[in-house]
């Protein structure tokens, strides 16, 4: 049978290549600390499973297609909290960021599109571009300089006749690189002069460390026609299974393009919609304890690499990532080397490979992303034990 | 802003059209009576809530891409029940029947390619198809005759050199027909000589009034290479809310196309994959008292319409819904009239007109489809509205 060649241009996600033999290891009764996932750990608020026990309606009924009045009207008064004005028919409702991303991506792009997109990026946007018959540009970086990409003629350069949109994770994933206030607005500009569309996936918002305050795309109003913001409760309320997300924009022929798919699938889960709008009562306070501990968690990471010789790494300002280039002359091989063959009292590490992050053919093969959601004591252990795998690796091959 | 030419092609839901004119004559007092959507009236069974108010993890992670294994064995043994083996790696758990079938044509469709429908045909369907760069290629029916489209040579002669699927809804939507083993026997050796896929949308299947047994296409094993099923717990358990559904094959090349969308999006809402595993216990005396539920109700419908002069229509076997021909000239200005020039004691009623089920411009005119979805008082009540609004417009047009 003939399948779509679109699809067949894709590929399975590189995230689970190493899952049999992870599975292969554990069955030979080794222990994995795993650095690979960006599943936090973190307790979802219980003000998420209130509002489920206490629904009371006889009959699940399929949610509007926009989303719920009560769950989008959260998503306002949230913005409003960071000076940001929205109105309710602003916000449609998605499964999850990805969903919201997957919409938007469909909405813009054509056979032969380009998105312009700084790398490493999040690897599940080269299916979600790829399916819509585009293509990511990326905008190169080096791991020796932190990963930045936000300079001017470093974006400028990369920008051809078929770029559609330049798309921004913003605290980054994989990097954890936080734009300043001045970047944004160069970024900003840039889309406007170049009528391009923003895409400003801001799913790690809260996860910041320097002590700043939040900020967003969305506070520059004079991108409204280029602006999309997708959003989502999954990092922010450690809530990923709830699956519930949010295109934001403010141009209406977006929005009403937009709307056509959300009709199409007709409606997001109605309990995770009626739970997540419980979620965004929880207080400030919330966020402060869950900021303190990732930024412990990444302090640990960040000293632990410094200290193994022959790593390159920036401490990253967000999200609960970071990327690291290692003294080693394969990170793939490497990983299955530790799965395999590697193990201190029967313990192993996982991380990400870096090659996927990337679509400049050949970058990445030395470098890692890793993913901090484990507590405090496992993290100085998985660490422990990179530093060791590094050592012996490099003795044996 | 430039958008898709893809998306710029479809439309907004043609269902929402009267949605603001039911709202302005509710304002005005009105009450409506609605035979126009298809969310079912039935308690969702308890198991659902049971299940969800029994979690208790305190961190609502991602589920598998794939989906739970709980709820995709399940699934498998409910198949095994009805005499249909499959693998579990067959099953892929998506967000409702919509997901499936969006994931399922994207698999498939290229630019210019064509799916093959029996119209009328539910209007969602233009903008999964449409979103893919292809097209509708309607078979044609006629109400006078049922709106029967299995007749091989009826099919048959709109095969064209870019038709690359056969989608079939079986029970109907909008139209209720249920095909016989024979009729299923013919499009099933259709699809496999011709070297179509066949994407059976079976998510009525349990809504069948005969007494038979309930089919599948999945029971021809002779034709794995080209069946795609899209299920769903929406409608079997009154759980629309829930978005959960699966697409399954045996084709394993397809089931790996469809994968790297389920990895794209992640996964599909955790707890209501739970509780929809928990549906699954619900024993044969539910699905046989809302049988006999649907049953009485579809009996009332078609001797209500029987009974206004003029109205053309067959007795449908299964789903909810029936189409019917009415003596108007235009079933669109007719529900715009109900709405807002008409009422009976402040009654009025609302159905969904019929040209959005055609691909062909022009059919379906004067035709609408009901939605069984109310209880048998509020049913009759409403079918003596649409007969005497009927009467009424007729009068004064």
Request: aromatic letters at 10%.
């Amino acid at each position: 049978m003939k399948f779509s060649r679109k699809v067949e241009r894709c590929g399975l996600s590189p995230m689970r290549k190493f899952h049999p033999y992870a599975v292969a290891a554990c069955e030979r009764g080794k222990t994995i600390y795993h650095l690979n996932i960006g599943q936090p750990d973190v307790e979802t608020p219980p003000a998420f499973f209130d509002a489920i026990r206490s629904f009371h309606q006889s009959v699940l009924e399929y949610a509007p297609s926009p989303g719920i009045p009560a769950l989008i009207g959260a998503i306002r008064d949230y913005y409003a909290k960071l000076g940001i004005a929205f109105d309710d028919d602003h916000i449609l409702i998605t499964a999850g960021g990805s969903e919201a991303l997957a919409i938007t991506l469909q909405c813009i792009l054509d056979d032969g599109d380009e998105v312009l997109i700084p790398e490493p990026f999040y690897p599940n946007y080269n299916t979600m571009v790829c399916t819509c018959g585009a293509s990511i540009h990326p905008v190169p970086t080096a791991p020796e300089k932190g990963y930045h990409y936000a300079v001017r003629e470093q974006i400028e350069r990369e920008i051809t006749p078929r770029t559609r949109a330049l798309l921004i994770t913003n605290p980054g994933n994989p990097t954890g690189t936080v734009l300043t206030h001045d970047e944004m607005r160069m970024i900003a500009d840039l889309a406007r002069e170049r009528n391009l569309f923003l895409i400003a996936d801001e799913a790690y918002r809260e996860f910041v460390y320097g002590g700043e305050n939040l900020l967003s795309f969305a506070a520059f109003t004079d991108i409204d026609d280029n602006l999309v913001v997708i959003d989502t409760v999954s990092k922010r309320f450690s809530a990923c299974g709830a699956r519930v997300g949010c295109v934001i924009s403010r141009n209406a022929e977006f929005l009403g393009h937009a709307m056509k798919y959300c009709q199409s699938r007709l409606s997001v889960a109605t309990l995770d919609q009626v739970a997540a709008a419980n979620l965004y009562t929880v207080g400030p306070e919330y966020f402060a304890a869950v900021r303190e501990e990732y930024k412990r968690r990444r302090d640990t990471v960040v000293r632990k690499l410094k200290q193994i010789p022959g790593v390159q790494c920036e401490c990253p300002g967000g999200a609960f990532y970071l990327m690291a280039a290692l003294p080693v002359d394969d990170a793939d091989a490497f990983q299955q080397w530790l799965l395999e063959s590697f193990d201190d009292h029967g313990d192993t590490v996982m991380f990400a490979p870096g090659e996927p992050f990337y679509a400049t053919p050949g970058k990445g093969k030395n470098e890692i992303r890793i993913a901090y959601v484990l507590e405090q004591q496992k993290l100085e252990r998985a660490m422990d034990l990179l530093a060791l795998g590094i050592q012996k690796y490099n003795e044996t091959h």
